[in-house]
C-alpha cells in the first residue's frame, strides 16, 4: 500500500541532495562540536546522533536511514522528553505528506474492507483519520496553507503551537531553500508527554540540520513553559529514537 507514497515523493523533487557537496560527518562534527553539543559519528557517511538537554531534559536528534516509506534518502528525528502531561496529542504534519498520507490509509481501509483504522499504520496516518484539524484566531494564514495541525483537544494544541514554534515552521519554508522543504516530509507530534521530530534530510546541509535541532529544541521548550507536566516525573535517561 505504501507504493503510492514512493512514487510520489520520488516525483516531487525530494529524494535527490541539494545542488552543491552533501554535508559530510566531519562537517557535522565540527559544526556540533561549536555548538557545544554531544555527538556520536556513525561509519556510514551522513548518519549520526547528536544530544543535549532543555532546562535538564534530555533531547536527541539521528540522522539515519528512514522508518517510514514516505521518507527518500535520509530521516532526521528526534525526541524531546520533556514530561509533559502524557494525554497531550497534537500533530503538526506539512499539507503534502497529510494529502498523501490520508490517500492511502484510505486505500488501505477499503482495500481490507476494514471499517476502522487498523493499528499497523503508522502512527501519523491513524492520527489523521482519529482527530479533527484545529485552528484558531491568530494562526497565521501562511502557516494554515502549509501545515496542518490535528489534535484531541483545541486547547493544547494553542498553547503547544504558539509564536516561536509557528515562526521555526514558516522558517522552513518561506526561508532560503524554502520551496523544495516545503514538498518534503515534515511531522513534529506531542505524545506521550514527548516531543517527536520526523523530517526528510532533503537538501543535506548543515543549514537543515541546524533548523531540524532547532524546532524540536523550540518545540520542546514550548511544552515544557505552557503545557501541564505529567503527574509523576520519569526518570532523565537520553530517550531513544522513537522507530
Known sequence: ?????????????????????PV????????????????????TEGHFDLGGDIHGHPWRLECAAPTRDYVQGLELRGRADVGADPDAAVMV????????????????ITDTLQTAVSSSLPEEMRWLSMYEEMAWPGLPASFREHFTVVAER??????????????????????EGGTERARSPLVLMLARGKVYLR????????AEIAHAKQLLLVAGQAALQNLPPMSVAG????????R
Not at 494553542?158 to 522558517?171: D, F, G, K, M
Not at 526518570?235 to 522513537?242: E, G, L, R, T
Open 1 to 21: 500500500m505504501f507504493d503510492r507514497l514512493r512514487r510520489a515523493f520520488s516525483t516531487s523533487g525530494n529524494s535527490g541532495a541539494a545542488p552543491g557537496r
Open 24 to 43: 559530510t560527518n566531519r562537517d557535522v562534527a565540527r559544526w556540533a562540536a561549536n555548538q557545544q553539543l554531544a555527538i556520536v559519528t556513525h561509519a
Open 93 to 108: 504534519i506539512n499539507r503534502p505528506l497529510q494529502e498523501i498520507l490520508e490517500g492511502t490509509a484510505y486505500t488501505a
Open 154 to 175: 483545541i486547547e493544547l494544541a494553542q498553547r503547544w503551537i504558539h509564536a516561536p514554534v509557528v515562526s521555526q515552521l514558516l522558517n522552513a519554508v518561506e526561508g
Open 199 to 206: 523530517m526528510e534530510h532533503t537538501q543535506r546541509s548543515l
Open 235 to 242: 526518570p532523565d535517561d537520553v530517550p531513544n529514537i522513537p
